[in-house]
């Protein structure tokens, strides 16, 4: 089936993506969407502007949009954009990233039904535990880029998501209700190598900018590398 996978560059939407591929499935297109808005409901993503890179690192064509972020306009917009591009790539289905949000796939799955589209959604409703270790296991390089939960402070940011990290986030679930994959937003990551990527990416600067509970790692400068 050929598809369209809603690209963040997170380890969610990359996921998703690779279970597809996985299947046999071919994912015609990534389609990163931008929000001019910061509280957007469903496409406010840290460095959303480096996905170019992991695009590269795939093969995989990259399609970028720039949305008002609006609630519900957004949807609106994402709706006239899929519209769009199912005429010209022929998509016959829509891969998201989706574990527990009942609004962002609704949503999605709304505009599926609509042009009579597969709503490709493996992670929904997951075991979160296993996931998390699945991508550990399968070698997927995801890096803490935000921080948005008590207990999750500025030594996250930066940080590859591996064993270590995983237990703190067990013990910060028991603690405090932080989510494992951060669903709820108590983090967002950045992918910097996965066994669909060709080169990896290196990130060669970056800063923190600290707020209260609130973290992000800029990205200012990042470059593929061949794998070894």
């Known amino acids: 089936m050929r598809m369209l996978a809603l690209f963040s560059g997170g380890k969610d939407s990359l996921y998703a993506a690779y279970l597809a591929i996985k299947e046999g499935h071919e994912v015609v297109s990534l389609l990163s969407l931008e929000s001019e808005r910061d509280d957007s409901y469903m496409f406010h993503i840290p460095n959303i502007n480096l996905t170019s890179f992991q695009a590269e690192a795939l093969g995989i064509p990259l399609i970028k949009r720039k949305v008002r972020g609006e609630k519900e306009k ?6 006239e954009i899929i519209g769009e591009l199912i005429k010209k790539y022929k998509i016959e289905g829509i891969i998201t990233g989706a574990i527990e949000s009942n609004y962002q796939r609704e949503r999605i799955q709304k ?47 930066g940080a590859i998501i591996n064993e270590e990290i995983l237990d703190k986030l067990k013990n910060l679930n028991k603690k405090y209700g932080v989510h494992l994959a951060g669903e709820g937003g108590e983090y967002e990551t950045f992918v910097i190598d996965s066994p669909i990527f060709t080169k990896k990416l290196k990130i060669e600067k970056s800063r923190k900018k600290i707020e209260n509970l609130n973290g992000i790692l800029i990205i200012d400068s990042i470059k593929l590398e061949n794998k070894l």
């Open 111 to 157: 505009i599926a039904d609509y042009y009579g589209i597969y709503h490709y959604a493996p992670l929904w409703k997951i075991n979160t535990l296993k996931y998390m270790e699945d991508l550990i296991k399968n070698e997927f390089k995801a890096v803490i880029v935000s921080v948005s939960a008590l207990g999750l402070d500025e030594s996250f940011l």
């Open 74 to 79: 957004e949807v609106d917009e994402l709706h």
